[in-house]
């Protein structure tokens, strides 16, 4: 106590505020404040909270955020998200059965949205406005998602296990023959994982906006991988995609055209989207590929099966020093298309050591030659030999006398169409 008033006498003699002396100077922070968004989620169907469903906010003018910014509901369908930089967001929010306006695709393509798709995108998700230091409520109410429930037997009547089912929504102006890339369903293989048929055969396709579908399950299939050659990552690839497999869609034709759509409306369920798939009336077709220039096989060729009538793609394959083989054929008309090339397939083959690395990785080379299949259409490519095929059977011995690869690079582009036989 007598060091104390000691102090205070010394202070009021030298006229000094000690408090003032003795705090630090505070260095005024530059960091935005940062705010917080709080909220509810529920179920539209059943007025229930909406219990550790996933919501993550997504910047309305699609700038990249250095972390997700995120929360799970709790058993009251609460959640609160905290750190967040001022700015709008779209609210997204995940659970299953339930419908998710602003999907993953979606959440990447948010910049380049034009004012149509804006409006219509904010006419079905909640959009908040975050200011610095304060906190935004929110209300979120999610709306039941469609669903198609269905069946994949083998025509023996054997469930086909561990198969992926793809969807896709009918495009209003459908797609000509050949738009789709070859890789596809190998490149879309993340968005489909959970799409897959059980012990039964039974699949269920959940969380579907309203709109009209095409359904099919695709089972990979060997390809031309030519007198013994190693798996290859191209061979690889091409065998999961969607032209390198077996489609058959609901409706069960091997066809997109013809192929059966199905229209549900929002929260509505479709159940029977079955398919067979019928490998009794399927064939193998076996040949290989000359350069019509010296008789002599190609190191690789790449090939195309349209049905000969629409041109759509039926399948793709290999090649490999002039030999091929390409299983599970229907009975049709085709026309077999082949286009020699100068270089043989990269070499990332997949040994017994390096198995669990070489399905990740795939070199330079690997990815141009995934551009080989990349254009298609009706139009028969410079460059290419065609053949018309009537499948009825297994045929041997095919034979296709391609163009030299060398001299189909200097062919005029301005070649003329080649109609598909009747």
Known sequence: MRFLAATLLLCTLCGTDCTTAQSPKRIPSTKAPRGIVTGTAYCADTNMPARRAAIILVPASGADMPHMLASTTDLEGRFTITGIPEGNYYVSSLLAGYLNPLSASKSNQVSSLSDEERKELESHVTKVTVIGGETTSASIRLERAAEIDGTVLYDDGSPAIGLQIYLRQKSPSPQKPGEEKAYAGFLEYADQRSRVTDDHGHFRLLGLAPGEYLVNVQVPTPTATGNGTQVNLITMALESSSVGSLVVYYGDTMRASVAKTIKIEGGESFAGADITIPLQKLHTLRGR??????????????????????????????????????????????????????????????????????????????????????????????????????????????????????????????????????
């Open 289 to 422: 590929v000359i350069l019509k220039r010296t008789g002599q096989p190609p190191p690789t060729a790449t090939l195309r099966l349209l049905f000969a009538d629409t041109r759509e793609t039926a399948r793709v394959g290999l090649a490999v020093n002039g030999e091929f083989t390409i299983p599970y054929v229907p009975e049709d008309s085709f026309v077999l298309q082949a286009m020699a090339q100068s270089d043989s397939l990269p070499n990332s083959d997949i040994g017994d050591g390096d198995a669990g690395l070489g399905i990740f990785w795939a070199s330079d080379q690997d990815e141009q030659w995934t551009s080989v299949f990349d254009e298609r259409g009706s139009q028969k490519p410079d460059g290419t030999a065609e053949i018309p095929l009537a499948v009825q059977n297994d045929m041997d011995a095919i034979v296709l006398e391609a163009p030299d690869p060398s001299a189909s690079k200097s062919t005029s582009a301005a070649s003329k169409p080649v109609s598909a036989p009747q």
